[in-house]
């Protein structure tokens, strides 16, 4: 008895192993009919149907809203843009960005411009934000995040008014991050730009400017997290960061100044925005500093763009990030003058032109 039970428990763990090493070989010959798991339906979402965007509604575009799921689970909701008359299977682009902003703000209007120019567009909000599902609120993850674009490229693929194999994606702020690592990750991304780009897991990590890049920092930080999760958990509620409120120090960087200016006035405030409001869940960004992004971006063969501004803060992200890409199909472009938020909202620093450029010849 002692002999068979050993017996089904190695064959057990043999069978686990196999599964593993099928899928991550890419193993095929059994009956998809025994092998395939259904496949969850869209959550029902409240989704507001008047015009609430920060900037004017286009007349040379259709807009819709749509909604579809990731393979984690969450239904996320995302504005579509169509350019009128438009016939036959078009480019699409998948927008998201920047780290605590809305599809009503900034990635609306990059996917609305860029629908102005030819191409189906989807402004998406990421898990736990906006008017897409998750729970706790105004929580981020590098996995489930960088899933996000992955599963606006699955509904892209599918949709009849899409090319399949002309689809591309535009990561803003700490989307930009995620954005290059989903191109690394899915080869279906078939053109990446990113604008004003964080990597959230070494700002999360090293803090700004690489300045607390330290064991000792990053313990530190870890200790007042664990001590927040276990608060929170006594009390049954979440914390928010408190940002970007309606008091900023005088002696603030002239960053976090932009950031307020931006976020908490009329040119950029929206009621859903974490960045808008009370920030970030506390603990809800905590895996980033655990988990680095970005990792394989030297092994992405499409076309990649990277946007930044001359004197934006950020800047030293994306000239890491393209140091380790490879081919002569990658670009850092740098905007003369622009700080970070400048390539949020302003129509004439935005090199709109560039992008839709890029977009034309690598999505042919």
């Known amino acids: 008895m002692r002999t ?15 599964a593993f090493i099928g899928t991550a070989s890419g193993a095929v010959g059994t009956d998809a009919s025994s092998t395939e798991t259904p496949a969850a339906a869209p959550a029902p979402l409240k989704l507001e149907t008047a015009w609430d965007k920060t900037f004017k509604k286009s007349d040379k575009v259709e807009h819709s809203k749509v909604v579809f799921r990731t393979r984690y689970g969450f239904t996320l909701a995302a504005d579509m843009y169509i350019p009128k008359n438009a016939g036959g299977k078009l480019p699409a682009i998948a927008v998201a960005g920047p780290f605590g902003a809305v599809k009503e703000q900034v990635s609306g209007f990059y996917a609305q411009t ?4 030819g191409f189906l567009t989807i402004a998406f909000d990421p898990s736990y934000t906006g008017e897409s599902s ?3 609120r105004f929580t981020a993850s590098p996995d489930i995040n960088t899933e996000d674009f992955m599963a606006a490229v699955d509904y892209l693929s ?6 399949p194999e002309r689809i591309g994606i535009i990561g803003i702020c700490g989307w930009g991050g995620m954005a290059i690592n989903a191109a690394a990750l899915d080869p279906r991304i078939k053109a990446t730009v ?6 959230m897991s070494r700002v999360h990590a090293n803090g700004y400017f690489d300045k607390e890049n330290s064991a000792a920092d990053r313990m530190k930080k870890k200790k007042a997290l664990a001590a927040e999760r276990t608060a929170e958990y006594r009390r049954g509620t979440y914390a928010r960061a408190a940002v970007n409120q309606d008091q900023v120090p005088a002696d603030a960087p002239q960053f976090v100044k ?27 960004t905590m895996s980033f500093i655990n988990q680095p992004i970005d990792v394989y971006v030297s092994e992405i063969e499409s ?3 990277m946007i930044h501004g001359e004197k934006a803060h950020s800047l030293y992200f994306s000239k890491t990030e393209f140091s380790k890409l490879t081919g002569n199909n990658k670009e850092l472009y740098i905007v ?3 700080n970070h938020t400048d390539l949020y909202y302003k129509a004439d620093v935005i090199p709109f032109a560039k992008i839709a450029e890029f977009f034309r010849t690598s999505l042919k």
């Open 158 to 163: 599918n949709n009849d008014r899409v090319d």
């Open 194 to 199: 990113t604008s004003t780009m964080y990597n």
């Open 336 to 338: 003369k003058g622009a």
């Open 134 to 136: 998750g729970e706790p």
């Open 303 to 305: 076309p990649v763009l």
């Open 114 to 117: 860029l629908a102005e120019q």
């Open 4 to 18: 068979s039970m050993k017996r089904i428990a190695a064959l057990s763990a043999a069978a686990v192993c196999w």
């Open 258 to 284: 932009d950031y307020h200016d931006y976020y908490r006035t009329p040119l950029g405030y929206h009621k859903r925005s974490p960045g808008s409001n009370m920030g970030w869940n506390k603990t809800g």
